[in-house]
């Protein structure tokens, strides 16, 4: 028998305003049972199809709620260690009560996806110098990351479907955060 498995690994660059390196920290993640469900779901065709789709126009633009589609990533202060469990505390499924103004979080970043090889899947995001800095706009520090589908619009809700906790991560107006998050498919026999 073989198992179908799927592993996860984020990249976290922080550059200063010219682009040079300051950091980077990459490390593997845990995909957590909502991912895992979500994927079940994706697999077997239960996804809801953005109303009024363009006939050849990909999943992957649409800005509008698909649900299971971990299309966004968010950054927060939380440096406890992930578990397979793990759900947002907030009603909205996001790392801050507040989607359009987070006090404890960065902003909801869209991803940018594409195929790096037949059994991976990358999602970019770019957390630019004048977002993300606090909520007094002086610093902030993350320590973890989710990477979240947008399920519905009004009011806007979120389920996390990957998440990582790393060292330090500071983030003010001079710093930009770029993130690679990276998930391949694999087999193995059981």
Known sequence: MTNI???GNLTITRKDLNGNILDVDNGSNLI???GLGALTKLVSGQIAIPTNPTAGFNLNVYTTPVPYLP??????TSSIAPS???VSVHQNGTLDANTVSPVGASPILRCTTYNTATNSIVFQAVLPPNQGNGPSGSGITYREAVLMSYDVASPPKYSWFARRVFSDKFKDS?????VEWTLT??????
């Open 84 to 86: 397979p469990t793990d």
């Open 71 to 76: 299309y966004y990533v968010q950054f927060g």
């Open 185 to 190: 498919f694999a087999t193995r026999e059981a």
């Open 5 to 7: 498995y799927c592993t």
């Open 174 to 178: 001079s710093v930009i955060i770029e």
């Open 32 to 34: 957590l049972n909502s």
